[in-house]
T-cell receptor, first 112, second 111 residues
């Protein structure tokens, strides 16, 4: 089955700087890669996703890149703000309503 | 519109008791998923339902766990003879396409 690894497990970034979280996956049939943000005690919220037919996607301060050959994808947050502090999870699936396999999460702390 | 809802929000039960957790998906979503999140951990897939197809039960940790989805909408996750290691937040999600939307979860504590 699919295995998703995520690094780093914790990340502290000065406000205004950029943050990068990286994930690798094992199943070459995976073609859908979402990122979720989870604040303490809250549900995971989908913040951005990418499908295998594109290499990069951007939404304001958030971007995701995908390298299918190397089987890795990354989340980039620019101009970080205190409200970006949360746990971020990457995930992978074969798409089409298939189950998600999640990484172990990255606790991002933005230092004011 | 209304998002995914789950009940109860919290459940404390004694070891050995059975519990039922409920999920109401977003109206019109054909797929429904159950995940489990232990304290400070990632999300672990349990089971999912897609339309009228047989459910994918490959993530259920033991035969004490079961789930059903009635009428293609509401789902119930049942844990029989609960154990302390069952303590976790149980999250439900639903989808129409690739994007899965999560409910607020049920925090289960087994004492």
């Amino acid at each position: 089955g699919e295995n998703v690894e995520q690094h780093p497990s914790t990340l502290s970034v000065q406000e205004g700087d950029s943050a990068v979280i990286k994930c690798t996956y094992s199943d070459s049939a995976s073609n859908y890669f979402p990122w979720y943000k989870q604040e303490l005690g809250k549900r995971p919220q989908l913040i951005i996703d990418i499908r295998s037919n594109v290499g990069e996607k951007k939404d304001q301060r958030i971007a995701v890149t995908l390298n299918k050959t190397a089987k890795h994808f990354s989340l980039h947050i620019t101009e970080t703000q205190p409200e970006d502090s949360a746990v971020y999870f990457c995930a992978a699936s074969r798409g089409g309503n298939e189950k998600l396999t999640f990484g172990t999460g990255t606790r991002l702390t933005i230092i004011p | 519109g209304a998002g995914v809802s789950q009940s109860p929000s919290n459940k404390v039960t004694e070891k050995g008791k059975d519990v039922e957790l409920r999920c109401d998906p977003i109206s019109g979503h054909t797929a429904l998923y159950w995940y489990r999140q232990s304290l400070g951990q990632g999300l672990e897939f349990l089971i999912y339902f897609q339309g009228n197809s047989a459910p994918d039960k490959s993530g259920l940790p033991s035969d004490r766990f079961s789930a059903e989805r009635t009428g293609g909408s509401v789902s119930t996750l049942t844990i029989q003879r609960t154990q302390q290691e069952d303590s976790a937040v149980y999250l439900c999600a639903s989808s129409l396409g690739d994007e899965q939307y999560f409910g607020p979860g049920t925090r289960l504590t087994v004492t």
